[in-house]
Nanobody, 116 residues
């Protein structure tokens, strides 16, 4: 399985981005039943979970992004999305997705930079 994250970029504070992550070369049975998560890693920091979504669509968020980020998934496309609104400079990081349980090899991630 190859995880391919897309959608990052350089934005100003208060703007929005939508990230996508496709689990290419996976089969539906290795994607659909699993809880997926978006993670981020800022320079000098450990990777942290920012949002999770179960196979049934139940979501959970880190306090730092609650009310601003929305995670969703399209099981038929084996894709997870992260809508990020009202971005702040502290959201600057490389963003990754993966299964929470029995994670696959990490993808390259997508860089999000929030700066004025």
């Amino acid at each position: 399985v190859q995880l391919v994250e897309r959608g990052g970029g350089l934005v100003q504070p208060g703007e929005s981005l939508r990230l996508s992550c496709v689990a290419s070369r996976s089969i539906l049975s290795s994607f659909n039943p699993y809880t997926m998560a978006w993670y981020r890693q800022a320079p000098g920091n450990q990777r942290e979970s920012v949002a999770t979504i179960t196979s049934r669509g139940i979501t959970d968020y880190a306090d730092s992004v609650k009310g601003r980020f929305v995670i969703s998934r399209d099981n038929a496309k084996k894709t997870v999305y992260l809508q990020m609104n009202n971005l702040k400079p502290e959201d600057t990081a490389v963003y990754y997705c993966n299964r929470v349980e029995d994670p696959w090899s990490w993808g390259q991630g997508t860089q999000v930079t929030v700066s004025s």
